[in-house]
Nanobody, 116 residues
């Protein structure tokens, strides 16, 4: 059974940084591209960063140049380095496969709050 556990969120001032981590059980990492999603109150969940099995990355325009996604296939982890955070980055962040066709059960997510 695949489980996703996100961590690393918190409260940070605008312009600050956070690093999120996602640990996965099972064999999910070996077969799939992975992504970080976020969901703000009253908004739909959106994909903000994705990384293929080979390490190619793609980002939503809203985070391009500020966020960096990475993965460690040996440790079954995917990370999201978030710099120059803005109040509009406030959301619950989740990891999952990068394709809507291959999603596995969502983890609990990790709350990121950007506020002064």
């Amino acid at each position: 059974q695949v489980q996703l556990v996100e961590s690393g969120g918190g409260l940070v001032q605008p312009g600050g940084s956070l690093r999120l981590s996602c640990a996965a059980s099972g064999s999910i990492f070996s077969g799939y591209g992975m992504g970080w999603y976020r969901q703000a109150p009253r908004n739909l969940r959106e994909l903000v960063a994705a990384i293929t099995r080979g390490g190619s990355t793609n980002y939503a325009d809203s985070v391009k140049g500020r966020f960096t996604i990475s993965r460690d296939n040996a440790k079954n982890t995917v990370s999201l380095q978030m710099n120059s955070l803005k109040p509009e980055d406030t959301a619950v962040y989740y990891c999952n496969t990068a394709s809507s066709l291959d999603l596995v059960p969502w983890g609990q997510g990790t709350q990121v709050t950007v506020s002064s």
